[in-house]
């Protein structure tokens, strides 16, 4: 799903800022703007970049509606501007990094091109998009990075930030999610979709046995018994192998069953016991029940004997870290540099048009990136944004660029990756990422440096904006 | 915005369920399930009830279009079954409490008849809307509470969890806000919208005075000025002086400056001091930057001279908080109660139909609420739910009927609450809430109890379905 109306879908003050600009006649100025982040969600060492797709056909259909134009004039919109708006398209151009890439802080991941105001006005649609999918991506991929190569399902609709849900499932299947319950979304952005029952189809029946029996018979290849609606070890286990040995008569398999409470540990040690004993070693133990990265990387250390995880609330919210912070800056109007300064040292921003290069190491994983200015040649050295004493030669190291342009005069100018693809393509990157970087408690921190020219360049324009400026 | 596929916008299981209740024939059983949660967001004392008009109009236009029919075709579901879908309309009938109500931990805020299938399949949709509005609506009322009669304006589409955005605004107005940055949600809901100019705006001019002229020139009775672009005290504040004087000679006034970086209290006092000695005292400070309840109440503590908070990210993710745990639970079938077993103690659900009575003090303050049954009439004494040595006499104290009947054959049926009404409720049922509860810190638990009638019936399903339970 895109949005119905992406042109109003905005903060107020873009299309203030906007008119302002039509009426004092520069809204055709040239601009660049930049969209970066300045610190790693659930302070872990990458960020799963997300969104792009759904941003990029937003933005082929951006357009002014009549009844959004009226709406405009009730809050006092002037004539002229809503005119000029009546016919406006968003014909700016974007370089962006890829869906499923990895990225960190400070780096420039996409960069927008184009008028004052159609950069200007695109910004919050822009940050809404990108800001959350690559947010769950991220905290996916961290699941998916404990899961290993156990089965992980987003169960997360019912507690996902209202229609949040349908972004949050789209943006875990790219960060490895591999299937999910969201029927909506597997529907519009064609993902695996799975699910069995509740403790409610437990209940409907007489009794427990009674409800595994239904459910198998109608669902042969593709049944899951959720054990735990009144004694788990009991009953529940117990009433599932009944099940289990009455298909196996009729030629079928129990595929799973699912533990939704209690002691995830002990009962799944139990439940494989008792299916073991039973015969059932190919049944599948499921479980679910505010799991998260920590929770999935703990059982799986006590060795508990568990093939897919069933996450929800703490993936579709990312529930430890609920927001990225990434913003849109200026960083260029009129084909000049320029920057916002700021008290606090991270918040300055880097002026200009700016490349990234990713360095890699022999072996092909990362070694970390460079900021460098748009026109200028690989650096020989990159410098640490803030603390330019400590630098890098990376004069003779492998790298590529990791902006590509994307969009041009209203359209994607070239295929734009579907989910399947970026998860692969994410999934790939994770491979070229050093297991240091992937861990939860203190990850290492990723190199990002900029160029000599860059730096000199902000240093520069801090000095004539605020020579005072400790 | 309701959402544009409802049936769809599922988990997977509640139509596996549905499937399965309709091939075994049970699927026109009498059913009953109830929406509550279990506790509070924020450790706080209450949560505001929110999302009931979202959630009743989206079940008057419930329906499979024949595209959806087609998809579940694809996934496997059986022709019958389809059939039936394809007429299929929600004619359940919903008893719920008012938008805006305060509610607490284990009451039945929302109960649903109807069939077991129709009653089943709504769960999802019902889960996502009111967990979220719910909780926003509460983490406004939580700001609002902190701000006093200053104002709250909610800035947060940007990095709001995607489409979340849209019902966080909505459910943000029921809880107190004042006024909203989010375009679309003003525009679909009714609601003022707010806003001015970014830092890009002053970066956009060739100097920051020329930045703030403009503005005040196309906008003279509605100018906000960002000061804090290159330097809040050094030039930010002086020009927002200079621009206000010459406001004044043309019959205009400056509305506001905004800080959104910096100590707050420190630049708010220091900013102050500069427009009263300029004669600029109607001229009224905004703030902005990761503000929430805590941080507002400490601002004020501080006597900053605030009048007017921007709140972002942390409002409109609830970001230290960002789910309510609202399940919904079956209750009844085939007229018979029914409950679910757990572990853990507060996952035990009450069974049966249930009514709420809301008891108040003598000054018309909330005294506590009991859930009984819904044929029983108005208990002597109401018990803790997990612990009956607690109880309370109840008999003489003054109640009245939490849940009223607000959908049947389809239709909602009578009119509900626009998000003004709601939010005037709102304002209104927090009077009646003392203090001690709507404190940040340790706040007062509010006495929810339920009937002997309702701990018999209970206890004895208990020992029916899982003798020994300890």
Redesign the interface.
């Known amino acids: 799903?895109y949005?119905?109306?992406p042109a109003?879908?905005?903060?107020?003050?873009?299309?203030?800022?906007a008119?302002?600009?039509f009426?004092?006649g520069?809204h055709k100025?040239q601009?660049c703007?930049d969209y970066f982040f300045r610190k790693q969600p659930f302070d872990g060492g990458y960020t799963v970049f997300a969104g792009l797709t759904d941003l990029l056909k937003t933005l082929e259909n951006y357009s002014f509606s009549e009844e959004?134009l009226n709406?405009l004039k009730d809050?006092?919109f002037k004539q002229p501007f809503l005119d000029y708006l009546s016919d406006f398209r968003f014909k700016g151009t974007i370089w962006s990094v890829k869906e499923g890439e990895l990225t960190f802080p400070v780096l420039p991941v996409i960069r927008v091109e184009g008028t004052?105001l159609e950069t200007?006005v695109v910004?919050?649609l822009l940050?809404?998009?990108i800001?959350?999918?690559s947010l769950i991506a991220t905290k996916a991929a961290r699941m998916k990075v404990a899961a290993g190569n156990r089965t992980v399902l987003d169960?997360g609709?019912?507690?996902?930030?209202?229609?949040?849900?349908?972004?949050?499932t789209r943006a875990a299947m790219i960060g490895g999610v591999d299937a999910t319950?969201?029927?909506?979304s597997?529907?519009k952005y064609n993902l695996p979709?799975?699910?069995?029952?509740?403790?409610?189809?437990v209940?409907?029946?007489t009794d427990e046995l009674t409800a595994f029996r239904?459910?198998a018979?109608?669902?042969p290849d593709?049944t899951a018994l959720l054990v735990?609606?009144?004694?788990?070890l009991?009953s529940g286990v117990p009433n599932a192998i009944t099940v289990a040995k009455e298909m196996e008569k009729s030629g079928h398999k129990l595929k799973a069953i699912r533990l939704d409470?209690?002691?995830l540990a002990y009962f799944s040690h139990q439940s494989r016991k008792m299916l073991d004993k039973a015969g059932l070693d190919y049944v599948k133990i499921a479980v679910s029940n505010q799991l998260d990265e920590y929770l999935i990387f703990s059982l799986i250390t006590q060795k508990a004997p568990i093939d897919i995880f069933g996450v929800g609330?703490r993936l579709v919210?990312?529930?430890d870290s609920?927001?990225?912070?990434g913003v849109y800056?200026?960083s260029e109007?009129d084909h000049k540099p320029?920057?916002?300064?700021?008290?606090?040292i991270e918040?300055i921003t880097l002026p200009g048009r700016k490349r990234i290069l990713r360095y890699l190491n022999e072996d092909g994983t990362f070694y970390g990136d460079g900021i460098i200015r748009a026109d200028e040649d690989a650096p020989e050295r990159i410098y640490h944004p803030y603390f330019p004493a400590k630098k890098s030669y990376v004069g003779d190291i492998k790298h590529y660029e990791l902006l590509g342009k994307v969009f041009e005069n209203g359209n994607i100018i070239h295929s734009v990756s579907d989910v399947k693809e970026s998860a692969a393509y994410c999934a790939q990157q994770l491979n070229k990422l050093s297991a240091e970087y992937k861990r939860f408690d203190n990850p290492h921190i990723y190199k990002v440096g900029i160029s000599e020219s860059l730096m000199i360049l902000r240093d520069r324009l801090i000095s004539t904006?605020?020579p005072?400026?400790l």
């Not at 996902?160 to 349908?166: E, I, T």
């Not at 319950?181 to 909506?184: I, L």
């Open positions: 799903m949005i119905d109306n109003i879908y905005t903060d107020y003050y873009e299309l203030t800022m008119q302002g600009y009426l004092s520069v100025k601009a703007f959004e709406y809050q006092g004052l200007q910004e919050t940050l809404n998009i800001n959350f999918q169960f609709l019912r507690r996902s930030q209202g229609l949040g849900g349908v972004h949050a319950s969201n029927v909506y597997a529907f979709v799975s699910g069995t029952m509740a403790h409610s189809w209940q409907a029946f239904e459910y018979r109608h669902n593709d735990d609606t009144y004694d788990t009991g409470s209690g002691d609330t919210t990312a529930q609920p927001a990225l912070d800056k200026l109007t320029t920057l916002k300064i700021s008290e606090n918040k904006l605020k005072d400026s």
